[in-house]
């Protein structure tokens, strides 16, 4: 058995209990695998494409549906190549420069990994 208190994700609790292989709460009952907390956690400040692709700084995406652009008259098209892009934090977490739309922001769940 662990020594150490593990707090509960859910409700915050520590008073908490070894279940092997899971760990659970007293207080909500809450059941969870310390492991797999660790490796979502982990990926948590990582960006994935369409393929659960992970995403860097500088990589080359293609826009895997149509995307409509407020106040523009046509859709960033299917199959659009995007060059460079940088990685932010929020709703759209792509921003690049596209040809003939300019600076935009994208959605990582719409693009795959050039």
Known sequence: MSETVVPCPKCGSEFTYENPPLMACTQC????????????KENA????????????????????????????????KAGTKVKNIRLVDGDHDIDCKIDGFGKMGLKSEFVKKA
């Open 29 to 40: 009952f809450y059941e969870w695998n310390p492991e797999e907390l660790a490796k979502e």
């Open 45 to 76: 400040n990582k960006t994935f494409d369409i393929n659960g692709n992970e995403l860097h700084d500088g990589d080359d995406v293609i826009v895997m549906k149509d995307l409509p652009v407020k106040g523009m008259p046509k859709p960033v």
